[in-house]
């Protein structure tokens, strides 16, 4: 399946950007495979030479991260990151694993 230019997120149409260069935090010294701007409604997403199962597990994370926003779902940063994680982990799983979609 290609991967989306455009994915609407509960009728608020974000754009994917793909970039190769990494995506950098701040002035810190961590990256991120990927990143949500919530005001501008854009999803960037490294690529580089990642598998395209990978960067699809990198997109639902970003997209759970929408709905997190969107239905006010309260955690702290640390544990909202880890359950987000976990949620894309096994949905990515679920789909990959009964072939709902094709790679
Ligand atoms: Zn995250």
Known sequence: MKLPKKIKILGI???VKYVNS????G?????????????????TIYVNSRSKKSVWKTLLHEVLHVL????????????????????????????????????
């Not at 990494?22 to 935090?25: A, G, H, P």
């Not at 991120?32 to 919530?38: A, D, K, M, P, S």
């Not at 239905?71 to 359950?83: H, P, T, V």
């Open 22 to 25: 990494q995506l950098k935090i």
């Open 13 to 15: 149409p974000y754009t």
């Open 68 to 103: 997190f926003i969107e239905f006010e779902i309260e955690n702290n940063d640390k544990k909202r990151e880890a359950i987000v994680t976990q949620l894309a982990t096994g949905l990515s799983a679920i789909i990959i694993d009964n072939k709902f979609m094709e790679y």
């Open 27 to 43: 002035d810190e010294d961590e990256y991120l495979w990927g990143q949500t701007v919530y005001a501008t409604e854009t999803i």
